[in-house]
């Protein structure tokens, strides 16, 4: 997805890359264990929580991005703090620890930040891989609103789900000013990978994820009628 605006950010061209894993809650100590020894993790984690650790741009906080970042703190009811190391929500029931909230808050209070310190801002790229993994389904919907915003303001976004919910949201909360396109990728009988992309969903034909969601629909209303 990609569109413009006049939103000033910290830089141009920046990327963001959010993993599947959220890391947030394992911060502590991750960057120099990461530094300083051989671990299993990708570079990319590391990366995400260099991102994190920015300190909030100089200035107060006006308009696009005050907002934004508004509506999510109306969502996770707190704003996000860190200290030593170690990040929390702050709210009405005081400093709750990032292990101690649902990932769907964690993920949240992430993007909190990353428009807070502006690496999410006009001209910039996120990439992130399966954003609806544990999260709550009553906040698919928020999601999509939050970055159907981005997008407006000129943020570069490209997201990979297998979620029908996800792919719906974006389709129905669309409108002729965003500039939104839907690929699937699949394998052709001789294994290689062919794609279709559209600019709205119901154009991706075949499309394996509808198809899915079609077959358990026809299975309920089939089990409706046994009755």
Known sequence: MSASSSWKGLTVGTSVYIPVKEMLANAPGFLALYENREIHFESIYADILLKAYLPPLRGPQTGERKELMGMIQNVIEGRVLEKNGEFYLKNRQGELEFTLLSEGFRKLGLLWLLIQNGTLSKGTTLFWDEPETNLNPTMVTFLVDILMYLQRIGVQIF??????????????????KDDIR?????????????SVFG??????????IDSSFAAI?????EGLMDR
């Not at 997201?159 to 002729?176: E, G, M, P, R």
């Not at 839907?182 to 062919?194: A, E, T, V, W, Y």
């Not at 600019?199 to 394996?208: E, G, T, W």
């Open 217 to 221: 629909y026809d299975k309920e209303i």
């Open 182 to 194: 839907f690929f699937s990728l699949s394998r052709n009988d001789d294994q290689k990978i062919g």
């Open 159 to 176: 997201i990979a789900t297998h979620d029908y919910f996800v792919l719906k949201n974006f389709d129905f909360k669309s409108t002729k």
């Open 199 to 208: 600019d709205s969903y119901q154009s991706i034909i075949p499309n394996a």
